[in-house]
Nanobody, 121 residues
């Protein structure tokens, strides 16, 4: 069993900052990409930021320059530093990881339970 556990969501005023963290645990042989997605009410889930094991990153255009993804491969964790938050950043944020559970197995997509981020005055 693989688990992704997120923390760090909450309520923040526009212009403020939040930091999300996610830790992967369980039966893990290797982890490929780790990242963050979000889903606002009435909208589809969208990519926010992702980082490969080698450190390559990809950000949604809407968060470039404001959000920073980081990763600790040794600890199987990924974090998202969110600065200059806007009301349109309000959403449930999901941690995602592409994981090979056992040697020789396929890669599987895993999701955290989601953490609410609300940006409002």
């Amino acid at each position: 069993q693989v688990q992704l556990v997120e923390s760090g969501g909450g309520l923040v005023q526009p212009g403020g900052s939040l930091r999300l963290s996610c830790a992967a645990s369980g039966s893990i042989f290797s982890i490929d990409a780790m990242g963050w997605y979000r889903q606002a009410p009435g909208k589809q889930r969208e990519l926010v930021a992702v980082m490969t094991t080698g450190g390559r990153t990809n950000y949604a255009d809407s968060v470039k320059g404001r959000f920073t993804i980081s990763r600790d491969n040794a600890k199987s964790t990924v974090a998202l530093q969110m600065n200059i938050l806007k009301p349109e950043d309000t959403a449930v944020y999901y941690c995602n990881a592409v994981i090979q559970p056992d040697r020789g197995s396929a890669l599987y997509n895993y999701w955290g339970q989601g953490t609410q981020v609300t940006v409002s005055s």
